[in-house]
């Protein structure tokens, strides 16, 4: 297995490029990956972010697509030859970003089309024509409903955290996306587990797909130092204040579990000193983005996000990872303290457990096939105690049952019980279908691609009057 880009005969321009980047040797998923990839095997690979798994099929894809590359300036001889399937925009951007600097000393060209930020930039691009195109899967599909995309000539399709996908519900949508690319093409689906739901979509997709695994999903890096500290709610502000002073922290994650919480949570560490950021789905793309790049450029100390803002965000090197929350589900707890500790370096994870949360430590341990020890925290002596948080002892120790306001916010914040959460869907009958390779040349036309037909696309115009008039009614 070569582990240096030297080995791998890249053309030139992309070898030039890999330097440029100050890439020397191959990580794991790149030296295990990047050979099947130059084949055209489907893979199917488990990887974390922070593994390199993004140059993992880019590169190969790019050498791929220059083989036969265009010289051709007109859009129709630009046609999409590679697509990129990733969750957030967040993803999609940051994968985009690789991408282009990988291919900067060749004449492919690249885009990426995600949602909230105005669609006619990315049309012109599109229109211009684009070898790669990232994408999140909603706004694809405008894009393919408005006629800007077409997709009948995608060699290559990688759905990037594929499990997340799934997660947020954008099954519909890849279903949907995937049945306009030609059969005959090379699929690759990341995941950083391999759930039943991944496997029955590989099952569907991928065409006897090479496995390729570097990292045991449900394991947390040795180098991460994991704290369990049984905090009451109302003391869980003050616990990450005064574990962030005592251990000299310069900058950590802080994982919370709903959008308001994070939130809320952000508002009450900025008004009280602490330079920190949310990082949420309800926030613009412009803010998102602009909340990494402070984080990054070192102006934010704290970062407060939720599962679905923060996965997969390429920032490396957190000294700390706080568990505000204790995830709902126990995989996100490998994601989350999965941003420290990162290539050798040592990282401490900190989770804060209320007595409600035992469940889900327990499912945590499940997952990690150990016990995990709850620890109390020393609190500092002259902790400040807010006029509410006092309130609130003084109603617990007159034996009231609290402030009912207080209990409506939490139940709100945490989401439903777990008892009370709906049941899950009914398993998809796509998953049955088995994957069918057809020739390229039986592949929808471009007029049958795009024809606003049943389904996802005419639901999602039908929405959009629907949202329009409501916004005409209201003035
Ligand atoms: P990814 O898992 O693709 O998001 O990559 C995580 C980070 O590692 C990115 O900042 C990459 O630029 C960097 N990276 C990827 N491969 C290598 C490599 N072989 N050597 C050094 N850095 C790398």
């Known amino acids: 297995m070569p582990s240096s880009f030297s080995n791998l005969q890249l053309a030139e321009p992309l070898a030039r ?18 050979p099947v990839v130059l084949t055209g095997r489907d893979v199917m690979g ?76 990315q049309t012109a691009e599109l229109k211009r024509g684009v070898e790669v195109l990232v994408a999140t899967p909603g706004r694809l599909l405008d894009h393919i409903e408005a006629k800007n995309a077409v997709l009948n000539q995608v060699e290559y399709v990688v759905l990037d955290e594929a499990d997340r996908m799934l997660d947020i519900g954008f099954l519909p949508d890849l279903q949907r996306i995937l049945s306009f690319l030609p059969k005959q093409r090379t699929t690759l689906l990341f995941s950083a587990t391999f759930s039943p739901e991944i496997k029955r979509l590989a099952n569907s997709y991928l065409n006897d797909p090479v496995t390729i695994e570097v990292a045991r999903p449900n394991e947390t890096a040795s180098t991460v130092e994991q704290h369990f500290y049984s905090v ?14 005592q251990r000299g922290l310069s900058q950590a994650f802080v994982f919370v579990n709903s959008k308001l919480g994070c939130a809320r949570l952000a508002r009450s560490l900025e008004r009280e000193g602490l330079k920190t950021t949310a990082l949420h789905g309800d926030k613009s793309q412009d803010e998102r983005l602009k909340a990494l790049a402070a984080f990054k450029a070192g102006e934010v100390d704290l970062l407060v ?39 050798g370096a040592s990282g401490l994870a900190v989770t804060f457990v209320t007595s ?39 109603w617990r120790e007159a034996g009231e ?40 040349d039986q592949a929808p036309t471009w007029e049958q691609a795009t024809k606003p037909a049943a389904g996802r696309i005419s639901a999602n115009i039908k929405t959009k009057r629907k949202v329009a008039a409501l916004f005409k009614a209201a003035g």
């Open 46 to 121: 488990a990887a974390q972010t922070g593994t390199g798994k993004t140059a993992a099929f880019a590169l190969p894809l790019l050498q791929r697509l220059l083989k036969h590359e265009n010289a051709s300036t007109s859009p129709a001889r630009h046609p999409v030859r590679a697509l990129v399937l990733l969750p957030t925009r967040e993803l999609a951007d940051q994968v985009a970003q690789q991408v282009k600097l990988f291919a900067k000393n060749t004449n492919l060209r690249s885009a990426v089309v995600f949602g909230g930020i105005d669609m006619k930039p």
């Open 17 to 34: 490029a890999v330097a440029e980047m100050g890439y020397e040797s191959m990580t794991p998923i790149q030296a295990q990956a990047i």
């Open 232 to 245: 009451p709610d109302d003391e869980k502000r003050h616990a990450l204040k005064q574990i962030v002073r």
């Open 401 to 440: 049952l609290g402030d009912p306001r207080d209990v409506l916010e939490t139940q709100r914040d945490r989401g439903p019980r777990r008892d009370q959460r709906p049941a899950p869907a009914p398993r998809d009958p796509f998953f049955d279908q088995p994957y069918q390779a057809t020739n390229i």
């Open 356 to 394: 409600n949360d035992n469940r889900l430590v327990g499912d945590i341990e499940k997952l990690l096939k150990r016990k995990l020890e709850l620890e109390a925290l020393e609190f500092d002596e002259d902790r400040p105690r807010g006029r509410i948080n006092d309130g609130r002892r003084a």
């Open 305 to 343: 996000a939720t599962d679905v803002a923060a996965r997969g965000l390429d920032i490396k090197d957190v000294p700390a990872v706080f568990n505000f929350d204790v995830p709902f589900n126990a995989e996100d707890y490998v994601h989350r303290i999965g941003r420290t500790g990162r290539a």
